[in-house]
């Protein structure tokens, strides 16, 4: 991959077009580049002083050949400009090419940042846009792959808690406390996590949560009883979630807003598949190597993920600026003024470490960041009774699936994940291109103008009809026992449009909060597995009360009624809510 980059061999401003590039040359407004400029409409042109009979061949000499270039009515031409098509082909490129355009440069080994730095194999860069795409995607399928390791942690459990229960000899619901405190460590851990980029840098962040996260792993492994086994899951949870609060902003750094849906969906495959794939994996090692087994298999996963962050990852946020410090005189301090100064400097560093992370809840009070995490969290939450529901109806008659075979019961939903992350991200992109285009947005070097809000258009509308109805069909026909084929349709319903609302709002609070694009997804990451824990904990009682067909019909009408109101919500006072984010922001 690091044969891509070569920072002595740019590409040429034009080995690039998009489709920017293409509706920019169609014509929207041209900014002016002078104080005297002429009108065009049509194929005239009007000069300051008398008209002409020859101003349409002023307008457009007659060595253009083919059809002459029209730009729309009340274009401006600079001063001077003679030919309308020389004025398209000096308009500016859109970033999709420009960003390309420059050249590579490389960060020195001995200057790259974050721990062993030196060692990556895909070197550090000064503009991470710059990247080859090749190597854009492997940074993101490497986040993507790490990203599995705290659902995975999670879901890897439920065929091993009867196997635990009756070898530490305690109840079932004691034995759910390894499922659930691990998930609340999941939400609340990435406050702490998204918080110590800004000191630390990202690659350090990985590194030091994934070498605890096989650690805590293989802790657990050797526990003893259920207090000591609580205690090492509840570390490795949280050691597991930096890369769902760290992961998004490695993303944001790299792509461009224009390009990001796509990897934004192929980031999140990682949240999705792992319920997938560790129902599978845990069924057949608790099967046949029991409990602790799954334990050391999540050791061995955490090894791995560590040495591909360790060669494949370089440092990606953006260097701040380094102002050179003020020389301090070197004075006299008695002993009290002393230890006074160091107890304050402790006191900050405490509340640093302790007290500001928790400052990033405060971007709930925000609007559009509240309303587009509600969204994907009530999702979010649905999918993980969902999953349960997997797990105790298909085991019980007139199922009676061995565990293994239920383990594959979860695929597909996991094809509905892999499926809209082939098209979901590019579809989400292409409509935010084109309500920038329809609303004529362009900055003054004629780039397009994107906003958030732009993602949220007929994708969200259909995602949040189909996932409800999805599960409404998944309950029903699982209450009733139905031949497994036909509720599996309504799980792979679920995934494909439950992945396009979590893709689209993870992506739009990258980019509501810009500078802070880790703590953004972090706040998304409490609430959403907050409200996935809460599912877990009551979906087997809820289920056994009123049966899964009441419950998903409850849920159905919940989601689509929420979902409705939060869409039409933000559709309709984005920009207000934005631009007053924006100012508040500014003094954060």
């Given at each position: 991959?690091?044969?891509d980059l070569d920072e002595k061999a740019p590409r040429p401003a034009g080995s690039s077009s998009s489709g920017g590039d293409r509706a920019t040359a169609r014509g929207?407004?041209?900014?002016?580049?002078?104080?005297?400029?002429?009108?065009?409409?049509?194929?005239?042109?009007?000069?300051?002083?008398?008209?002409?009979?020859?101003?349409?061949?002023?307008?457009?000499?007659?060595?253009?050949?083919?059809?002459?270039?029209?730009?729309?009515?009340?274009?401006?031409?600079?001063?001077?400009?003679?030919?309308?098509?020389?004025?398209?082909?000096?308009?500016?490129?859109?970033?999709?090419?420009?960003?390309?355009?420059?050249?590579?440069?490389?960060?020195?080994?001995a200057r790259r940042r974050g721990l062993f730095g030196r060692f990556t194999v895909v070197p550090e860069v000064e503009r991470p846009y710059d990247y080859e795409n090749?190597?854009?995607?492997?940074?993101?399928?490497?986040?993507?792959?790490?990203?599995?390791?705290?659902?995975?942690?999670?879901?890897?459990?439920?065929?091993?808690?009867?196997?635990?229960?009756?070898?530490?000899?305690?109840?079932?619901?004691?034995?759910?406390?390894?499922?659930?405190?691990?998930?609340?460590?999941?939400?609340?851990?990435?406050?702490?996590?998204?918080?110590?980029?800004?000191?630390?840098?990202?690659?350090?962040?990985?590194?030091?949560?994934?070498?605890?996260?096989?650690?805590?792993?293989?802790?657990?492994?050797?526990?003893?009883?259920?207090?000591?086994?609580?205690?090492?899951?509840?570390?490795?949870?949280?050691?597991?979630?930096?890369?769902?609060?760290?992961?998004?902003?490695?993303?944001?750094?790299?792509?461009?807003?224009?390009?990001?849906?796509?990897?934004?969906?192929?980031?999140?495959?990682?949240?999705?598949?792992?319920?997938?794939?560790?129902?599978?994996?845990?069924?057949?090692?608790?099967?046949?190597?029991?409990?602790?087994?799954?334990?050391?298999?999540?050791?061995?996963?955490?090894?791995?993920?560590?040495?591909?962050?360790?060669?494949?990852?370089?440092?990606?946020?953006?260097?701040?600026?380094?102002?050179?410090?003020?020389?301090?005189?070197?004075?006299?301090?008695?002993?009290?003024?002393?230890?006074?100064?160091?107890?304050?400097?402790?006191?900050?560093?405490?509340?640093?470490?302790?007290?500001?992370?928790?400052?990033?809840?405060?971007?709930?009070?925000?609007?559009?960041?509240?309303?587009?995490?509600?969204?994907?969290?009530?999702?979010?939450?649905?999918?993980?009774?969902?999953?349960?529901?997997?797990?105790?109806?298909?085991?019980?008659?007139?199922?009676?699936?061995?565990?293994?075979?239920?383990?594959?019961?979860?695929?597909?939903?996991?094809?509905?994940?892999?499926?809209?992350?082939?098209?979901?991200?590019?579809?989400?992109?292409?409509?935010?291109?084109?309500e920038a285009k329809k609303a004529n947005r362009y900055d003054d070097e004629g780039k397009l103008i994107y906003l958030p809000e732009d993602r949220m258009r007929e994708?969200?509308?259909?995602?949040?009809?189909?996932?409800?109805?999805?599960?409404?069909?998944?309950?029903?026909?699982?209450?009733?026992?139905?031949?497994?084929?036909?509720?599996?349709?309504?799980?792979?319903?679920?995934?494909?449009?439950?992945?396009?609302?979590?893709?689209?709002?993870?992506?739009?609070?990258?980019?509501?909060?810009?500078?802070?694009?880790?703590?953004?997804?972090?706040?998304?990451?409490?609430?959403?597995?907050?409200?996935?824990?809460?599912?877990?904990?009551?979906?087997?009682?809820?289920?056994?009360?009123?049966?899964?067909?009441?419950?998903?019909?409850?849920?159905?009408?919940?989601?689509?009624?929420?979902?409705?109101?939060?869409?039409?919500?933000?559709?309709?006072?984005?920009?207000?809510?934005?631009?007053?984010?924006?100012?508040?922001?500014?003094?954060?």
């Open positions: 991959m690091s044969a929207n407004h041209i900014p002016p580049r002078s104080s005297s400029p002429r009108s065009v409409s049509g194929n005239t042109s009007t000069d300051s002083g008398p008209a002409h009979d020859n101003d349409e061949e002023k307008a457009l000499p007659r060595h253009h050949h083919g059809p002459a270039p029209v730009l729309p009515a009340g274009t401006v031409l600079p001063s001077g400009a003679e030919d309308v098509g020389a004025v398209l082909a000096s308009r500016p490129v859109s970033r999709a090419s420009s960003a390309r355009s420059r050249p590579l440069t490389i960060v020195p080994r090749s190597t854009k995607w492997g940074i993101t399928a490497t986040i993507a792959f790490a990203t599995i390791a705290a659902p995975l942690g999670s879901a890897i459990f439920y065929p091993a808690l009867p196997a635990l229960s009756k070898e530490l000899n305690v109840s079932p619901t004691i034995t759910n406390l390894t499922v659930a405190m691990y998930m609340i460590s999941m939400s609340i851990f990435p406050l702490w996590w998204s918080s110590f980029p800004e000191q630390f840098g990202r690659r350090s962040i990985y590194l030091i949560s994934f070498s605890l996260f096989v650690v805590f792993s293989v802790l657990c492994a050797v526990s003893t009883n259920i207090s000591m086994l609580i205690v090492f899951r509840v570390l490795t949870g949280g050691a597991s979630a930096s890369v769902q609060a760290v992961g998004a902003g490695t993303i944001a750094d790299i792509w461009e807003s224009h390009e990001r849906g796509r990897a934004m969906s192929t980031f999140y495959l990682g949240p999705l598949l792992g319920p997938l794939i560790a129902p599978i994996v845990g069924g057949a090692l608790a099967q046949s190597l029991g409990w602790q087994a799954s334990m050391y298999f999540l050791a061995i996963y955490g090894a791995v993920i560590f040495v591909l962050l360790f060669f494949m990852l370089p440092e990606t946020l953006a260097k701040r600026g380094q102002d050179e410090p003020e020389p301090v005189e070197l004075s006299r301090m008695t002993t009290a003024a002393s230890a006074k100064l160091k107890t304050k400097k402790l006191a900050r560093g405490v509340r640093r470490v302790l007290v500001d992370p928790l400052a990033v809840l405060l971007f709930l009070r925000f609007p559009p960041v509240l309303i587009t995490v509600l969204v994907a969290a009530i999702a979010f939450g649905a999918l993980f009774v969902a999953n349960v529901s997997i797990q105790q109806k298909f085991s019980e008659p007139p199922y009676a699936f061995k565990q293994v075979i239920v383990g594959l019961l979860y695929i597909p939903p996991g094809l509905g994940y892999f499926s809209a992350s082939l098209f979901g991200g590019k579809w989400i992109d292409n409509i935010m291109a084109r994708n969200i509308w259909l995602a949040n009809t189909l996932y409800p109805l999805g599960l409404l069909l998944f309950g029903w026909t699982l209450q009733y026992g139905v031949v497994w084929i036909v509720p599996s349709i309504g799980s792979f319903l679920f995934g494909v449009s439950s992945m396009l609302v979590f893709a689209t709002a993870t992506t739009m609070l990258t980019e509501f909060v810009k500078k802070k694009s880790s703590a953004g997804v972090a706040v998304n990451n409490f609430v959403r597995n907050i409200l996935s824990c809460i599912g877990t904990v009551v979906a087997a009682p809820w289920i056994d009360a009123v049966g899964t067909g009441w419950v998903f019909t409850a849920i159905c009408f919940f989601c689509m009624a929420a979902g409705y109101l939060g869409i039409w919500m933000l559709r309709k006072n984005a920009r207000r809510w934005r631009q007053y984010m924006d100012e508040a922001l500014k003094s954060m």
